[in-house]
Structure formats: structure tokens, C-alpha cells
């Protein structure tokens, strides 16, 4: 059976300042000079830095999570990387009290784009990690995070908005090219799992625009 279109906004709506309209279709989405994605939702997070070389932004990072772990859409997530969740309010958040972490994105079950970070700005999403015999992957690397599981299926709609920012991403930011698009799990080995073996890598490749 061939796909149907579901769900789908009006083409117009791509230029729109509609946060929904991130996944809307494959165009590429604008970014600004500091590298803020205006379709994203905009929710600055104090925890990032001055990258050393602003000019040398040449990795995709892949990551997964949620809080509590496989819980969704319920905002803790937005309120861990903003240093504003509420710790007392799960058991598991007491594990997670006095870390501070963010990413540049953040790709809900429904495909909702967040942002926390400008590109610009270092993230601390990776920690310690090494990409082809390179230490702090943050300093150089763009950090994406999808509301997930190592186990559970992502969502189409994570599939195409994080297809649609790394197309964004490539184009301006050059250095990024597929060979250097990688996964927490791949430079940060025996540490860290995400995004595991649910992300389908070969689909995620295969559908950028510059394969
Ligand atoms: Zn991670």
C-alpha cells in the first residue's frame, strides 16, 4: 500500500513562524546568524558556553531521552534542561538532581522542534567523548536529542523533523557532512547507549536530501 498523507499542513504554512510547521515539509528551515532555528520552540537553557572556535561546528550528534524514562510529552524534559524540574516529583529525578545538560535540539514523539541552545553556543549534551581521536565533542558538535527510548520505535514525525534540521543543519554548516553524523553511543562507548538500537540509522541517512 502506497503512503498517504496524513496530518499534513498547507505548504504555505512553511512560512509561517508556526513552531508546528517544522516537519511540514522538506524544505529547508532558516536559521539566524547566532543559529537559532526559527521554527523551533525557543526555550533558551543557561546550561552552554562560548564554543573555543565558533567557526568549527563539524558534528552531528544523535541522542535519546525522556523523563521519567519512557514517559512523554509531559514537559520534564524542557524543565531538566532549563535547570527547573521539580525533583521531588518522580523517584527517578533524584538521580538527576545537580546535572546540568542541554542540547541545541529537541525532537518530541510528535515531531514538535525545540531549541535550547544557538548553534553557536557549546551545549552540554555529549560529556566525555571522542570522535575519530577527538576529545569533548561538545566543543565542535552539534547535539540533537529525540524524545525516546534505546528500545521503543521513534515516531514518523521524528524521523522527518530530524531529516529536515539535518538537511537545515548541512547546509549551513558545511562541515557537517554524513560521515560525520554519529550517535552518543558511538562516541561515548560503555557510557552511554542512546539513541540505540530502535534508531533506524539506514532510514535516517538514506532520507537526507544530500544522499
Ligand atoms: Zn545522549
Known sequence: MPPQPKDKPPQDST????SGAAHASNLPLSVDAEGWVNA??????PNCDERADPEDISLLVIHNISLPPGEFENGCVQQF????????AHPFFQEIVGLEVSSHFFISRQGA????VPVGARAWHAGASTFNGRER???FSIGIELEGTDEQPYTDQQYACLQRLTDTLMRHYPAISVERITGHSDI???RKTDPGPAFDWPRYLDGLASR
Open 81 to 88: 534542561f532549563c535547570n527547573q524540574l521539580d525533583h521531588a
Open 40 to 45: 523551533a520552540v525557543c526555550v533558551p537553557s
Open 113 to 116: 522542534l525545540t531549541q535550547f
Open 15 to 18: 512560512h509561517s513562524e508556526d
Open 188 to 190: 561515548s562507548p560503555g
Open 137 to 139: 565533542c561538545n566543543d
